[in-house]
Nanobody, 124 residues
Framework: EVQLVESGGGLVQPGGSLRLSCAAS????????MGWVRQAPGKAFEWVSS????????EYADSAKGRFTISRDNDKNSLYLQMNSLKPEDTAVYYC?????????????????WGQGTQVTVSS
């Protein structure tokens, strides 16, 4: 059974930082691209970032470029999202998601497995 468990969310002031983690199990983590998708209240899912299976290729939404960094540790079956210079508009539930192949995707509907999400709130 595929399991993706996010952690690291919380309340942070504007300009602050958070590091999200995702622990994966139940599949061969190193053979799939991974990504982060978020959903703000009342809004659709928004792709944030993706990484290919070996970590050599990363992609970011314009809203995340220059502030967020995605990474993975295949030895630990873990995915990360370092978020810096956070803004109130980054407030959302952040989901870790597994793609269907080694190739990163930017389309939320193309991810085959999702975690339960972790809440990130940016507020003063």
């Amino acid at each position: 059974e595929v399991q993706l468990v996010e952690s690291g969310g919380g309340l942070v002031q504007p300009g602050g930082s958070l590091r999200l983690s995702c622990a994966a199990s139940g599949f061969t983590f190193s053979t799939y691209a991974m990504g982060w998708v978020r959903q703000a209240p009342g809004k659709a899912f928004e792709w944030v970032s993706s990484i290919n299976n070996d970590g050599g290729r990363t992609e970011y939404a314009d809203s995340a470029k220059g502030r967020f960094t995605i990474s993975r540790d295949n030895d630990k079956n873990s995915l990360y999202l370092q978020m810096n210079s956070l803004k109130p508009e980054d407030t959302a539930v952040y989901y870790c998601a597994a793609a269907q192949t080694v190739i990163p995707t930017r389309v939320p509907a193309d991810f085959r497995s999702w975690g339960q999400g972790t809440q990130v709130t940016v507020s003063s």
